[in-house]
């Protein structure tokens, strides 16, 4: 099945993207924390580690964190939602911290 995540801000055109792709030759594929709102996963971080993977073919490792449940934040999500990119991926690891009894 497969796995949607919404990024945090598009990539910066400022040669961090080659510089994060640098990072993962040797570090492998990233580990980016997520909430997730309304059935969908949001990036609350790693845009750029996001779009390397996306653009590699490579797994990213999901941590699913429990979301603000400020009502202002519903607007937060939806606006994100209309205006960034969709990576999807096939598969993902996913780690949900509340099955955990974390946050």
Same mark, same amino acid.
């Given at each position: 099945m497969p796995c949607n995540v919404r990024a945090k801000h598009l990539p910066y055109e400022d040669g961090h993207l080659g510089k994060v792709?640098?990072?993962? +030759?040797?570090?492998?594929?990233?580990?980016?924390?997520?909430? $997730?709102? +309304?059935? $969908?996963?949001?990036?609350? $971080?790693?845009?750029?580690?996001?779009?390397?993977?996306?653009?590699?073919? $490579?797994?990213?490792?999901?941590v699913i964190e429990a979301t603000d449940t400020d009502d202002d934040r519903d607007g937060y999500w939806r606006r994100v939602a209309a205006t960034l990119p969709l990576y999807e991926f096939p598969h993902a690891f996913v780690l949900r911290l509340s099955d955990f009894g974390g946050a």
């Open positions: 792709g640098a990072d993962m +030759d040797v570090a492998g594929a990233p580990t980016i924390r997520v909430v $997730e709102f +309304d059935g $969908e996963l949001y990036a609350v $971080e790693g845009s750029h580690r996001l779009a390397q993977a996306h653009h590699r073919g $490579e797994t990213p490792k999901l």
